[in-house]
């Protein structure tokens, strides 16, 4: 199983993203895909999952600015991030199989994607 996530970049406040969690080693349509992030000197926190139902559940602070959606034709994940704030800066990560929130329910993980949103 393996997960690569891309798309991450240098932003300005404001500004938009969307980020790239490629699946590959299992059928991703049956299973959830987990977005987290971690910011300098902070614990990896949970962003949101989607499940394979397409259901998403993006935690509440984030609600609003961040949309998970799941293409399983191309065994790919999205993170779409709008609105963004320099308080989002942070290596954003995906991790599967699965929809918990604790960074412990995961095996898995793709490698990264720095995301830097300068105000």
């Known amino acids: 199983l393996q997960l690569q996530a891309s798309g991450g970049g240098l932003v300005q406040a404001g500004g938009s993203l969307r980020l790239s969690c490629l699946v590959s080693g299992f059928t991703m349509e049956n299973y959830g895909i987990t977005w987290f992030r971690q910011a300098p000197g902070k614990e990896r926190e949970a962003v949101g999952c989607?499940?394979?139902?397409?259901?998403?559940n993006v935690v509440g602070s984030l609600k609003g600015r961040f949309t998970i959606s799941r293409d399983n034709a191309k065994n790919t994940v999205y993170l779409r991030m709008n609105s963004l704030k320099p308080e989002d800066t942070a290596v954003y990560y995906c991790?599967?199989?699965?929809?918990?929130?604790?960074?412990?329910?995961?095996?898995?993980w793709g490698q990264g994607t720095q995301v830097t949103v300068s105000s």
């Open positions: 989607i499940r394979s139902s397409g259901a998403t």
């Open positions: 991790a599967g199989p699965g929809c918990g929130l604790s960074r412990q329910d995961y095996d898995y």
